[in-house]
């Protein structure tokens, strides 16, 4: 069966950490592009972190660069986002999505395929 599952979300105060990941099965794993994307209450969706599908090209959003990580683990099919220095405006569903990679070094925002059904993230005191 084909999914994406997002897992990690949850309550954390502001400048706290919390780690997401997003498991993968019933594709290609290490033949797709994965990437994170948010949304937050009243907010169009937007993309956050990509990673290529060999894990060599990592991009970040400016609002979360040098705050968020992305990884990925090829063999335990997994995509992890791990976040520090947490904000009120980093509140938000956290969705990861998977896109066919036209090369191993490709990290995109568009043209995604599969899509998890998100995560709640809330930074609140």
């Known amino acids: 069966q084909l999914q994406l599952v997002e897992s990690g979300g949850g309550l954390v105060q502001p400048g706290g950490s919390l780690s997401l990941s997003c498991a993968a099965s019933g594709f290609a794993f290490d033949a797709y592009a994965i990437s994170w994307f948010r949304q937050a209450p009243g907010k169009e969706r937007e993309g956050v972190s990509c990673?290529?599908?060999?894990?060599?090209?990592?991009d970040y959003v400016d609002a979360v660069k040098g705050r968020f990580t992305i990884s990925r683990d090829n063999v335990k099919n997994t995509v992890y986002l791990q976040m520090k220095s947490l904000q009120p405006e980093d509140t938000a569903i956290y969705y990861c999505a998977a896109g066919p990679s036209s090369w191993s070094a490709e990290c995109k925002y568009y043209g995604m395929n599969y899509w998890g059904k998100g995560t709640l993230v809330t930074v609140s005191s």
């Open positions: 990673i290529s599908s060999s894990g060599i090209n990592k």
